[in-house]
Nanobody, 127 residues
Framework: QVQLVESGGGLVQAGGSLRLSCAASARTFSSYAVGWFRQAPGKEREFVATILWSGSSTYYADSVKGRFTISRDNAKNTVYLQMNSLKPEDTAVYYC????????????????????WGQGIQVSVSS
């Protein structure tokens, strides 16, 4: 099973930027789609963005489209989430997760399709 570790979180003012990284332990990481999810206090975990194993396809939640960019460097076993124009409502614990199924043909946003989760990292945006 792939083990994932998030980094890059922190406190930023509204309008600022952060880049999250999700580093994987397994060399087979390049065969799996990766998703970013977030959970704010008192709310359900929600989908943020996902990228196909090949990097050829991405998908975003409407709330972050145009502000966040997901990318991956399979040579470094790392997926990134560049977050620009941050808003206070982006405040949450962010998690990365790897798909259960290797070499999936199309992106998925279903939480149940992701099996390996990182420990999460806090992102706080002040107004």
């Amino acid at each position: 099973q792939v083990q994932l570790v998030e980094s890059g979180g922190g406190l930023v003012q509204a309008g600022g930027s952060l880049r999250l990284s999700c580093a994987a332990s397994a060399r087979t990481f390049s065969s799996y789609a990766v998703g970013w999810f977030r959970q704010a206090p008192g709310k359900e975990r929600e989908f943020v963005a996902t990228i196909l194993w090949s990097g050829s396809s991405t998908y975003y939640a409407d709330s972050v489209k145009g502000r966040f960019t997901i990318s991956r460097d399979n040579a470094k076993n790392t997926v990134y989430l560049q977050m620009n124009s941050l808003k206070p409502e982006d405040t949450a614990v962010y998690y990365c997760a790897a798909d259960r199924q290797p070499l999936r043909a199309a992106v998925t946003t279903r939480t149940a399709n992701f099996a390996s989760w990182g420990q999460g990292i806090q992102v706080s945006v002040s107004s």
